[in-house]
């Protein structure tokens, strides 16, 4: 008999990202996946062959631990003109794998055992387990009405242990943004406080209806506590890369990097080269907003079709629904009927939350498709 007895888990109450286990389930079904968001067009060719070019230059061992310089000079200059901020290329900007390995590490670098995070639920998956690796305390706050943040909520649950407060603007699930009213709040609610923010920005430039993108970066009073974290693979469409970025002033910088460099060590190099050219055209992100916005109202136009109610879609790339019309399963088991029975996966929201409302009927669906991919699931939407 062995007498190997298997370690305690660190995360006894997690199971799989119902991310994979939604696209799973799209794939054995044979269902359209507007489940987990990813793009389904093809990338721009000219920056696969950037990486390409790349490549047979020659470009292919280990790139500078916090990432290659010309990428970081590029970034900073796209922050520069963006939102008139100097972040120091050197300094003050890593690159990463992936805007979740940057939430990770901001997290593992910063969070002692005993501090409390606050987390504005629904929160993308990754926030509490994160938080809990490192013995911290994941301190959960709603958002409001119509998936708006509630500023008095957050503010509510400040205590003296608080270490971390992280928002997300456009908002994944939710589709919601932060204005410049709510990070108002913000700073005053951090002032005076030791309170570091990590801001999840990762769908910067999925804004619509010409509403301005509310970083972080733009109040001095966040940005000297702030992570701010962006994704290449959310705004390129090539989020199987696994790239993003991490900006933050140097103090902060330095302790991120100490974790960065026993993490990753550094992120793939061909890639890096191919995005530093990319980015000297500020057209490839500035037709973002107009890209997804026209996907956004071609869904929304075909939702109303439905008996689905959309909620109100500001940014990111994905619309909620509210389906009580249709079905009164609890969300999870809806979507999984739903995959099976109507061809098309959509991603629940109470795994979003540590205590799911009960009797939310919420249903999340990516619009990062071809028209025709969009067209298809709303034929079978329809048929509801
Ligand atoms: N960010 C993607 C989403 O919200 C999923 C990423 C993942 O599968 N971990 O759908």
């Known amino acids: 008999m062995s007498s190997f007895h298997h370690p305690k888990s660190k995360l006894p109450t997690v199971g799989t990202t119902i991310f994979a286990v939604m696209s799973k389930l799209a794939n054995e079904v044979g269902a359209i996946n507007l489940g987990q968001g990813f793009p389904d067009f093809p990338i721009d060719p000219k920056l696969s ?9 020659g470009h292919n061992q280990y790139a500078p631990m916090p990432g290659l310089l010309a990428l970081l000079e590029a970034l900073s200059a796209k922050v520069q003109r963006l939102y008139d ?36 639920d629904p929160a993308y998956d990754c926030y509490a387990p994160s938080v809990e690796l490192f013995g911290g305390k994941p301190i959960h706050v709603r958002l409001g009405s119509d998936m708006r943040f509630d500023a008095d909520a957050v503010q509510a649950a400040i205590t003296p242990r608080t270490r971390m407060l992280m928002i997300n603007t456009p908002h994944n699930p939710a589709g919601t943004i932060l204005r410049d009213a709510d990070m108002m709040r913000i700073v005053e609610m951090l002032h005076g406080t030791d309170i570091i923010l990590l801001s999840d920005e990762v769908y910067e430039h999925l804004v619509f209806d010409g509403e301005p993108h509310a970083s972080a970066i733009n109040y001095p009073e966040l940005r000297e506590r702030a992570f701010v974290i962006f994704s290449f693979g959310k705004v390129f469409h090539t989020t199987g890369w696994k790239m993003g970025y991490a900006l933050a002033p140097k103090e902060l910088m330095v302790e991120f990097r100490k974790v960065h460099q026993f993490n990753v060590f ?27 916005q026209a996907k956004r109202d071609r869904f929304l136009a075909g939702l109303k079709r439905t008996e689905f109610k959309p909620l109100a879609c500001e940014g990111s790339y994905f619309q909620v629904a509210e389906y009580s019309a249709i079905s009164d399963l609890p969300d999870v088991e809806f979507a999984k009927w739903f995959a099976r029975e109507r061809g098309v996966v959509g991603i629940p929201l109470s795994p979003f939350y540590k205590d799911p409302p009960e009797d939310q009927r919420l249903i999340r669906f990516c619009f990062a498709k071809q028209d025709a991919t969009l067209d298809a699931a709303i034929e079978k939407l329809c048929a509801t």
């Open 49 to 57: 062959a950037l990486v390409h070019a790349a490549m047979q230059l």
């Open 85 to 120: 901020v100097t972040y120091e290329p050197a300094s003050e900007i890593t690159v990463t794998a992936g805007g979740t390995q940057a939430i990770f590490t901001a997290i593992a670098a910063t969070v002692h055992a005993g501090d409390e995070v606050i987390i504005v």
């Open 266 to 292: 550094s992120v793939n190099t061909p890639m890096q080269y191919a995005l530093a050219e990319y980015l000297k055209e500020p057209l490839h992100y500035e037709q973002l907003p107009a890209l997804y």
